[in-house]
């Protein structure tokens, strides 16, 4: 166990760059992620972390001390005060161990057939997390996401999506009409003014929802090149959704019916 006393360690000064900026963790392919349930998601679904940083009042807790004794000695554990590991942190409450590990990248390439989910511009990385992590209850394994949206792999973004990212692969900067065009699933997209509503749509096959920013929504271009408009419907008199929730209503939707057609009763023989 390395242990870190002074803020003009060369290794804590990589560390502080690493965890205060969203160019260098781009640059070095690395993802901080801050508490047991995102560090447990990783090791499941990915690997064992890279570095694990405690702070000292953190080692003292039950949950992180077992985690430290059952580690793999490949992992470099890295004991800070807790002044300095509050320096470091990346959420408003920081707790008690973070770790480093690098960024999983999809496979190259899009699967034009798998279930999708594709953000236009989402730009509250809240928002963005909430959406993966929907996505991925109701059985989704591919997100879309276009250059103005929200960094996918934000601290915000991963503190909201609670593990998801470990299991969708996430592409982002991606060419959205390029894609639906070629996606060979139906295409739908969330418009307020749509004339279908979602409760009456034939959903069939494999899905990509199309979800918009938070001020605009779904932009004309990306709109026209989805095969199914709709809207979800609300009380008179109420203002649109919240996209993340919006999003969940759509995607469990899906996952509702799929799952209503798996449990159909068997027809009765003659």
Not at 213 to 220: A, D, I, L
Request: charged fraction near 20%; glycine fraction near 8%; aromatic fraction near 6%.
């Amino acid at each position: 166990m390395r242990r870190i006393v002074s803020r003009e360690n060369a290794h804590y000064k990589a560390l502080k760059r690493l965890c205060g900026s969203g160019r260098e963790r781009r640059r070095s392919g690395r993802v901080v992620l801050d508490g047991m349930h995102l560090i447990e998601a990783y090791g499941r679904h990915c690997a064992i972390p890279e570095e694990v940083l405690v702070s000292d009042s953190g080692a003292c807790r039950c949950e992180i001390a077992a985690y430290l004794d059952g580690g793999s000695a490949a992992t470099t554990i890295t004991l800070l005060a807790d002044s300095l590991f509050d320096d470091l942190a990346v959420v408003d409450t920081p707790s008690g161990i973070m770790a480093i590990v690098a960024r999983p990248s999809p496979a190259p390439g899009f699967d034009f057939d798998d279930d999708t989910v594709v953000l236009d511009g989402v730009q509250d990385p809240g928002n963005v997390g909430s959406i993966l992590r929907s996505a991925a209850a109701a059985g989704f394994r591919q997100a879309l996401l276009s250059a103005d949206c929200a960094d996918g792999w934000s601290p915000k973004t991963l503190r909201a999506a609670m593990g998801a990212h470990f299991q969708l692969a996430i592409h982002e900067g991606s060419d959205l009409p390029a894609f639906l065009a070629a996606y060979r699933g139906q295409s739908i997209a969330t418009l307020v003014d749509a004339a279908t509503d979602l409760y009456t749509a034939r959903l069939e096959g494999s899905a990509a929802w199309v979800f918009g920013s938070e001020g605009q929504g779904v932009r004309p271009l990306v709109a026209a090149a989805t095969g199914l408009h709709l809207r979800i419907p609300m009380a008179e008199d109420c203002e649109s959704l919240n996209v993340a929730a919006a999003a969940a209503i759509c995607l469990f939707e899906t996952f509702r019916r799929r799952q209503s057609r798996v449990n159909l009763p068997a027809a009765a023989s003659n």
